[in-house]
């Protein structure tokens, strides 16, 4: 490590990027210790808003998608670096939405249609969003992309995620955590946006419940310490709320893991929207926000297991049809 900083850089009022960009200029220079703070944008730039409805997805300038805060400059970061971000603290703003965007999805073939659900979060404090008298769901506000600049000669798309970070959308990006990127550039160059304020592993509809966050990171600087990808150091429990009521599981079952996958997603989809009296979109959304895919098996070849995992301890007693 560099010697440490004592500083705080707020960032919430740069102008954002849409792009993974080595020729921007750093908004801020920090060095090792510094925090950044910053107030990030919902994924579409403030094009939804609280009132918006299903047929307002289908004018989104898809340019705008992916805001991004930064980059910062690291002072001393140089390839083969390792830059820890320490998130101090992430915190909703009072509302989220979740999305069904055509041709989007891991089952983009069965919801070809585009579908809204504007959450209400209330206080920033609050814990749980309900989902009609459906579901409660938890809060566990995380920033689904956070990456260094990658090595790249022009400018890039924010999806995919890569080996310097990025669009990782890891629900476990949560306040407490650290994660640890591998520097490609001089710099490093952190960017910062994607709010999150509860996601299923997997993200299966393509959004998680999409919402500005308030966040807090302290910087750190690994001079002595290269990784090949991002790496997490997470506090337990992962499900809090839920880890010790019931849940259950679909599973695909196959060669390819993608099927598997879709497999277990649209069993999990027909029998929550079976047993509890929804739409079958309903069910895709709340499986997006709350259900989480684990690969089960991955050894006994030729075929492997993709289960989806849903917590019943989110239902309420009156829902179950």
Not at 70 to 94: C, F, K
């Amino acid at each position: 490590m560099t010697s440490m900083g004592t500083r705080t850089v707020d960032v919430s009022d740069c102008t954002p990027h849409h792009s993974w960009d080595p020729g921007l200029a750093p908004v801020a220079v920090v060095v090792d210790g510094d925090e950044v703070h910053a107030t990030l944008r919902e994924i579409t730039d403030d094009q939804l808003s609280p009132d918006a409805t299903s047929a307002d997805l289908l004018a989104l300038d898809l340019s705008r998608l992916y805001p991004l805060l930064g980059p910062v400059e690291v002072e001393g970061a140089q390839p083969g670096d390792t830059l820890e971000v320490e998130i101090l603290s992430a915190s909703h703003r009072g509302w989220g939405f979740t999305a069904v965007l055509p041709g989007m999805g891991l089952l983009q073939e069965d919801f070809p249609d585009p579908y809204l659900h504007i959450w209400d979060l209330g206080e920033p404090s609050n814990a749980v969003a309900r989902f009609g008298d459906i579901a409660a769901v938890a809060l566990r506000p995380f920033p689904g992309t956070v990456g260094v600049c990658p090595d790249v000669a022009a400018p890039a798309p924010i999806m995919p995620p890569g080996h310097f970070g990025g669009n990782i959308d890891c629900r476990d990006v949560v306040a407490g955590s650290r994660l640890f990127l591998p520097v490609q550039v001089p710099g490093a160059m952190l960017s910062i946006g994607d709010g999150h304020s509860a996601m299923g592993d997997g993200e299966v509809c393509v959004t998680a419940i999409e919402s500005p966050l308030d966040v807090a990171l302290r910087l750190r600087l690994h001079k002595d310490r290269s990784i090949p990808g991002p790496q997490l150091l997470v506090r337990g429990p992962l499900h809090p709320g839920t880890e010790a009521g019931e849940w259950y599981v679909t599973m695909g079952v196959g060669p390819d893991l993608m099927a598997a996958a879709k497999d277990a997603t649209r069993a999990l989809v027909d029998w929550t929207a079976s047993r509890y009296a929804i739409t079958p979109v309903e069910a895709y959304v709340l499986a997006s926000v709350t259900a989480h895919l684990r690969i089960t098996e991955i050894v006994d070849a030729p075929n492997w297991v993709v289960s989806a995992y849903l917590p019943l301890g989110i239902f309420s007693s009156r829902s179950a049809g």
